[in-house]
């Protein structure tokens, strides 16, 4: 199947700094999702993107679908204890979506 | 609440005893999948539906493995003669075609 890549596996910040995390593939998308999952509960979709170079924002989260198709990126701008989570990238193609492995974000306060 | 949604929420039950689990998806969402997470991995395929139809399957998805949508609306998922390694969180998705999928809350099953 297909690998996805994320980077970093895991992040501690102080409230009110920026984040920034990637995923990576061996293999192109049509499209990037970005997800987040809270404990116990299923992954919540943040952002689609949808065409290579594409950069789109919902609030304080900014993605970009990288030119190559095989990676993309997620911003969190001045984070807040609510942020804490897993991020999970997604790419789809064909009929399947192929998750990376996460990244653990812990906001301290 | 419109989403999709997934029943039992948690199932514990002995080896070797068989379990289904039910997904309610979102209405006009004519797509439906099935994941299975473990601890720090994320989602992992098992199949998908259009409609009524099941379109494709994972390898994963051994023979003790059986869905079905037989109206096309909600979906169950059987694993009979359960292992010690199915213990998982079973995720289910749904969409419109060519659209991002909403997940449902999982059912978290524990294998005694």
């Known amino acids: 199947g297909q690998q996805l890549n994320q980077s970093p596996q895991s992040m501690f910040i102080q409230e009110g700094e920026d984040v920034s995390m990637n995923c990576t593939s061996s293999?192109?998308?049509?499209?990037w999702l970005w997800y987040k999952q809270d404990p116990g509960e299923g992954p919540v979709l943040l952002i689609a993107l949808y065409k290579a170079g594409e950069l789109t924002s919902n609030g304080r989260l900014t993605a970009q679908f990288g030119i190559t198709r095989k990676d993309s990126f997620l911003n969190i701008s001045a984070s807040i204890p609510s942020d804490v989570g897993i991020y999970f990238c997604a790419g789809h193609f064909g009929n399947q979506f192929y998750f990376g492995t996460g990244t653990s974000l812990t906001v301290i306060p | 609440d419109t989403g999709v949604s997934q029943n039992p929420r948690h199932k514990i039950t002995k080896r070797g005893q068989n379990v289904t689990f039910r997904c309610d998806p979102i209405s006009e969402h004519n797509r439906l999948y099935w994941y299975r997470q473990t601890l720090g991995q994320g989602p992992e395929f098992l199949t998908y539906f259009q409609n009524e139809a099941q379109l494709e399957k994972s390898r994963l998805l051994s023979d003790r493995f059986s869905a079905e949508r037989p109206k096309g609306s909600f979906s169950t998922l059987e694993i009979q003669r359960t292992e010690q390694g199915d213990s998982a969180m079973y995720l289910c998705?749904?969409?419109?075609?060519?659209?991002?999928?909403?997940f449902g809350d999982g059912t978290r099953l524990s294998i005694l």
């Open positions: 998705a749904s969409s419109l075609e060519g659209a991002p999928q909403h």
């Open positions: 293999s192109i998308f049509n499209t």
